[in-house]
């Protein structure tokens, strides 16, 4: 059974992408929509601004009295019915009172052909309604016979022209004769009539009218008004451009959607990285109810789990211990009240024996108790507090102690200079005490102690001449109470705790230990990497 969206991260990613991808359709089809419709809106303004603001000079120029009788003729002429309104129609809002109010032309259409056109006549508040059922052949050459009488003037014609000319409707004047017109067309000019010249292979129109200078010295004039070309889509030009866009508006949305579940996936990887270094006080955040939302609170609850798991482990090992100690202080008693009552060598020999032994328990004890300390320090969150430490003094310091408990053997520390390094000088001096005291009871004359700094790292290598560790068990050694089969394994007289300390130890510092062949020295060399350096 398939889960609620609400519950599934990548179900509820998929129906985002793809609700993604329809917002980028739609925001790409509203856009071309939007762009053509505004190009249209603007071709339809400046095919209309001539006419109209021809109608209303001339209207405007009428007697009041007369502008009744004028409206109705060239309404007949031009099957255009036109009226007159002392205030815009109360149905206008205020951008098309104020289209009006800048002397422009105010369109409303009503379907493709039906326009209904607004515009104030000059210096009144009058406004001029023309209403269009589309546009004929009559209408093209009774606005074209209409213009050549607003144009009649020769001195008024050139500032006329330049009035009513714009990018959709040029209107031009010109003292020679159309070029592309035949002898023909050139007669029904000179005789007065309104020529169209189509252009198929260009989609325009153009009207020629031949207009009288009034004058001697000049004739005629030719009035051209056109090319009138049929409304262009879109160029491929902004088609690309918007087509950009909408990847771009596509790309965004779906980074944004992806960057959501890969910075909760992200969150999730560095909580699972710092439980893997110790800090079991681990938790995510859990923000919703989804996969997952689920996932995090599944992860807290194993991290809480493995946390009380190693923090009661860590207190029974603990307990254990102290517990220990009781029993062996009392043997401890009893054996030397037993070896001050006996004279008898053989019977002390024993009992010194026993003394050994016991060392030995208490020594064990110790260093259970130190490792269940690490443990339980880690599994209750508890922050490693460090300071600067100066490494070679460090080293000298457990050469110090271990020299005398291993005088056969030569504890060197090679040559170098001193540099600091931020750790807990207890724990770290107790993790390269314990190499080092590894390293004497396996070596066989001499054990090294090397130091390196560099900008990455800090390194600690600990060399000794015996028989080395096996590849295989390299990893073994490492863990509690490991006790390797082969001559370096039988020749220790450890409790298989010391190398497990040092590993916990390094740990808690963010740093490792390995364990390889000494090119040095033939033997074993354990190294301490610990993050920092100069």
Not at 47 to 62: D, K, N, V
Not at 230 to 254: D, H, Q
């Amino acid at each position: 059974m398939l889960r609620p969206l609400s519950g599934s991260t990548f179900l509820r990613v998929y129906v985002l992408l793809a609700l993604a991808l329809v917002l980028a359709f739609g925001l790409a089809l509203s856009g071309f929509t939007l762009v053509d419709q505004v190009r249209r809106e603007e071709y339809r303004e400046q095919l209309a601004e001539a006419p109209m603001r021809l109608l209303a000079g001339q209207l405007g120029a009428e007697p009041e009295a007369q502008r009744s009788q004028w409206l109705a003729q060239r309404g007949t002429e031009l099957n255009v019915e036109l009226q007159l309104h002392e205030a815009p129609p109360d149905g206008f809002g205020y951008f098309q009172r104020a289209r009006l109010d800048e002397d422009r032309v105010l369109i409303e259409t009503q379907g493709d052909a039906d326009w209904q056109l607004f515009m104030r006549l000059p210096g009144e508040s009058t406004t001029l309604e023309a209403g269009l059922q589309g546009i004929s052949e009559s209408q093209l050459r009774g606005m074209a016979a209409l213009l050549g009488e607003w144009l009649a003037d020769p001195l008024l014609r050139h500032q006329r022209v330049a009035e009513l000319s714009s990018g959709a409707l040029p209107i031009t004047l010109s003292d020679a004769p159309p070029r592309r017109l035949d002898s023909a067309q050139l007669a029904r000019l000179g005789a007065g009539e309104v020529i169209l010249h189509l252009a198929p292979e260009a989609w325009s129109l153009t009207l020629f009218l031949q207009l009288d200078s009034g004058t001697q010295l000049q004739s005629v004039q030719w009035l051209q008004v056109g090319p009138i070309h049929a409304f262009e889509p879109m160029p491929l030009s902004l088609s690309l451009l918007l087509l950009v866009l909408m990847l771009g508006v596509l790309a965004g949305t779906i980074y944004l959607i992806v960057r959501g579940v890969e910075a909760r996936m992200a969150r999730l990887e560095l909580a699972a990285t710092r439980i893997a270094g110790g800090h079991l006080d681990t938790r995510v955040k859990v923000e919703s109810s989804d996969f997952l939302g689920r996932l995090g609170m599944a992860f807290n609850g194993m991290a809480a789990q493995v946390q009380a798991l190693l923090r009661a482990q860590q207190e029974m090992i603990r307990a254990v211990s102290h517990e220990l100690r009781t029993p062996v202080a009392r043997i401890r008693f009893a054996v030397q009240m037993v070896e001050d009552m006996t004279d008898d060598e053989a019977v002390r020999r024993q009992l010194s024996g026993i003394d050994g032994d016991i060392e030995e328990l208490d020594g064990l004890i110790d260093e259970i108790l130190t490792y269940a300390r690490l443990g339980s320090d880690q599994a209750h969150g508890v922050e490693l507090a460090t300071e600067p430490l100066e490494c070679r003094a460090m080293a000298q310091r457990v050469i110090d102690a271990l020299a005398g408990l291993h005088g056969q053997l030569r504890i060197e520390l090679a040559a170098g200079e001193e540099f600091e390094l931020e750790a807990e000088p207890r724990y770290l001096q107790r993790a390269l005490q314990n190499l080092v005291a590894n390293a004497c009871r396996h070596a066989e004359r001499r054990v090294l102690i090397s130091l390196h700094n560099d900008a990455r790292a800090v390194r600690i290598d600990v060399e000794d001449d015996g028989p080395g560790v096996p590849e295989q068990d390299r990893q073994e050694v490492f863990k509690p109470f490991a006790r390797l089969d082969d001559s370096r394994a039988r020749r220790s007289g450890g409790y298989g705790l010391g190398l497990s300390i040092v590993h916990k130890v390094m740990a808690w510092h963010g740093g490792s230990v390995m364990v390889d062949d000494s090119p040095t020295l033939g033997g074993a060399r354990f190294s301490l990497l610990l993050p920092g350096g100069a």
